[in-house]
C-alpha cells in the first residue's frame, strides 16, 4: 500500500515539476532541505520535539503553543518545519530565540523522511491541524518517535475526500499516537476515518489564545505613522485576498473609497504583489505599496497595498472593519480569530469550509457579518458593499461587533493550549 502511495507522490511530484522550474521563488525554496539535506544540528541529552507547521497561518497559531512546550517541557528541545517559503520565512522571524532549528518539511518519500528523521533524531512529531503525511508518520512509528495531532481539524470537504481512500487513511492514523481536535465535530469526523477514540481529544483552537507582541506593536505604530491612519477616516482592512477577491472588494467601495474610507489590501500570496499593484492601477484611486519607500503621498492613498510578510498582524489594530478573504471564492476562507481577537467587525463571505466550527461559533455570537451567496458575479460586489456601507454608516453595529468577537475569545477556547501541552506532557510520560 505505501508502495502504490510512493508510485502516486512521485507520480504527482513530476506533473508538478514545471512549476519548479518556471515558478522556482516558490516552489523550489528550500529543494535540497526538501530532499533531506539539513544544515549541521548538534544532538545531546536533550530530547526533541518536532513541530510541523505548514503555512504562515499554522506558524503564527503555534506562537502560544511553543511558549507553552518551552515553560512547561523544557527538558525537550524543540525543532519547527514548515512547508511554504513565506511559513519558513515568518518561523525564522518569530521563533528565533526560542528553537534550536527552523526546516523546511521533507518530500515524503521514505528516504527524504528518513534523513530527517536520523538528522534531528526527534522523540515527539506534532502535525498542527491535520497534516497527515503517511510516509513520514509510519517512518516516525518505526523510528521510536511518537506522532501527534495538534489543534486538528477536519472539514466536510477534507472528510469526504479522505473517505474515497479510506482504507490508506485508517492505516496512516493508526500509526498516530493521540488527535487533539478543535471540535467535537471534528473528533468525530477524525473517529469515523477509523481512528481510535480513546486516542482523541477535544482541546479547543489555540488560535484563540495568540497575544500580540511587543515587537508588532511596534510595527503598529510604524504603520500608522507612515500612513497617516486616524480615527477620523475609517479603515478596512481586505484580509489574505485571493484573485479575484481584490477587485470584488474595490468595486464594492464605489463611490466611498477615498471619501468615506480608506482601504488596505494585504493579499494572501506574495507571488501576487505585482499583479495586485497592477490591478490597482487600472482605478482612479491612489495607491501606495508597503515595499516602496516612504513617500509624503504614504498618508494620503486611498488604498495602501501590504505588500510585506509577516506584518498582517500588526495592521489589525489598525482597522474600523476586515473583510477576510478566501472566502468570496470556493476556496474555504481564511481564518477570522486574529482580527476577532482585536476587536474589530469582520465581514466575510459564504465560502468559509475551512473554518466551519470557529464560523458557527461566531455567527451564533453575532461576532460577524457574512454575505450571502451570490447567484451572479456581479452581485458579489453588491452584497459586499452592502455589508461595508451599513457598517460605515452604522458605528454601533460596528461596536457591537466588536464586542461580541472578543467575547467569543475570551471564551472557554482560552484555555486550549494549556490543555494541549497537558495531553502532550502526559503522552511523553507513557510507555510503549
Known amino acids: 500500500m505505501y508502495f502504490l502511495y510512493s508510485l502516486l507522490y512521485t507520480f504527482a511530484m513530476l506533473l508538478m515539476s514545471p512549476l519548479f522550474l518556471l515558478r522556482r521563488e516558490k516552489y523550489a525554496s528550500g529543494f535540497r532541505e526538501r530532499l533531506g539535506n539539513y544544515p549541521v544540528f548538534k544532538l545531546d541529552d536533550r530530547k526533541v520535539i ?54 523546511y518539511f521533507p518530500f515524503d518519500w521514505k528516504f527524504s523522511v528518513r534523513r530527517a528523521l536520523r538528522h534531528f533524531q526527534p522523540s515527539l ?48 492514523l493508526a500509526n498516530v499516537d493521540l488527535a487533539m481536535m478543535q471540535s467535537k465535530p471534528d473528533a468525530d469526523r477524525i473517529k469515523q476515518l477509523g481512528f481510535d477514540e480513546e486516542k482523541i481529544a477535544v482541546t479547543g483552537n489555540i488560535k484563540f489564545q495568540n497575544p ?54 494585504a493579499p494572501r500570496h506574495p507571488e501576487r504583489f505585482d499583479s495586485v499593484a497592477n490591478l490597482l492601477s487600472e482605478y482612479s484611486y491612489s495607491f501606495t505599496r508597503r515595499s516602496s519607500a516612504p513617500a509624503e503621498h504614504d498618508k494620503t492613498a486611498d488604498v ?11 495592521a489589525y489594530p489598525l482597522a474600523d472593519i476586515v473583510f477576510v478573504g ?43 457579518r457574512q454575505t450571502p451567496t451570490a447567484p451572479q458575479e456581479f452581485q458579489i460586489s453588491e452584497r459586499l458593499s452592502e455589508e461595508f456601507s451599513d457598517l460605515l454608516e452604522n458605528p454601533k453595529k460596528r461596536l457591537e461587533l466588536s464586542a461580541n468577537a472578543v467575547s467569543v475569545m475570551d471564551g472557554s477556547n482560552r484555555g486550549a493550549t494549556q490543555v494541549t501541552t497537558e495531553h502532550l506532557a502526559d503522552l511523553l510520560t507513557k510507555r510503549g
Open 125 to 172: 512529531i506534532l502535525l498542527m491541524e491535520t497534516e497527515i503525511w503517511p510516509r513520514l508518520i509510519v517512518e516516525a512509528k518505526r523510528s521510536g518517535a511518537r506522532v501527534a495531532i495538534v489543534n486538528g481539524r477536519l472539514s466536510g470537504r477534507s472528510f469526504r475526500r479522505y473517505t474515497r481512500v479510506l482504507s490508506f487513511v485508517r492505516t496512516a
Open 304 to 314: 495602501i497595498l501590504l505588500d510585506s510578510i509577516g506584518e498582517l498582524r500588526a
Open 326 to 368: 478566501g472566502s468570496l471564492i470556493p476556496h474555504g476562507g481564511q481564518s477570522i480569530l486574529e482580527p476577532a481577537a482585536e476587536g474589530k467587525a469582520i465581514i466575510i463571505g459564504p465560502f468559509t469550509h475551512n473554518f466551519e466550527a470557529v464560523m458557527s461559533e461566531f455567527l451564533r455570537n453575532n461576532a460577524v
Open 50 to 103: 518536532w513541530l510541523h507547521c505548514v503555512s504562515v497561518g499554522e506558524t503564527n497559531a503555534a506562537r502560544p503553543l511553543v511558549d507553552a512546550l518551552i515553560e512547561q517541557i523544557p527538558s525537550h528541545r524543540i525543532v519547527v518545519s514548515t512547508t511554504t517559503k513565506t511559513g519558513h520565512e515568518l518561523a525564522k522571524t518569530i521563533f528565533a530565540e526560542k528553537v534550536d532549528a527552523v526546516f
Open 212 to 265: 500580540v507582541t511587543a515587537a508588532e506593536t511596534g510595527l503598529t505604530d510604524e504603520l500608522r505613522d507612515r500612513f497617516g491612519i486616524t480615527n477620523d477616516e475609517p479603515l478596512i482592512i481586505a484580509a489574505s485576498t485571493h484573485e479575484p477577491e481584490e477587485r470584488y472588494v474595490i468595486e464594492s467601495l464605489e463611490g466611498i473609497l477615498g471619501r468615506d474610507c480608506r482601504l488596505l489590501i
